[in-house]
């Protein structure tokens, strides 16, 4: 079974940046997307972008421009840039996968933007 394990978050100003990075351990054969959630305190989990294994890739409207995905399905590596973050980015990301359509969840990273 393929496990995550999500890195990278912390706290920052408004309008820094951070790189979270998301790495698969075990077998990630017939994994078609990897993809980024965020959940803020209080709101549901939400889509921030995803990446399928054409390299194609799909953004929330809150952040495109902003953030950045990028990985490689098959080495089960997804990261995700965010520049020009906003205290409305704060919340704890969570790294998912499709791998032969079941869904795999990390334990999230927690991101803090505040001055």
């Known amino acids: 079974q393929v496990q995550l394990v999500e890195s990278g978050g912390g706290l920052v100003q408004p309008g820094g940046s951070l790189r979270l990075s998301c790495v698969a351990s075990?077998?990630?054969?017939?994994?078609?997307?990897m993809a980024w959630y965020r959940q803020a305190p209080g709101k549901q989990r939400e889509f921030v972008a995803i990446i399928v294994g054409g390299g194609s890739t799909n953004y929330a409207d809150s952040v495109k421009g902003r953030f950045t995905i990028s990985g490689d399905n098959v080495k089960g590596t997804v990261y995700l840039q965010m520049n020009s973050l906003k205290p409305e980015d704060t919340a704890v990301y969570y790294c998912?996968?499709?791998?032969?359509?079941?869904?795999?969840w990390g334990r999230g990273t927690q991101v803090t933007v505040s001055s």
């Open positions: 998912n996968i499709n791998q032969f359509g079941s869904m795999y």
């Open positions: 075990g077998s990630t054969f017939g994994v078609n997307s």
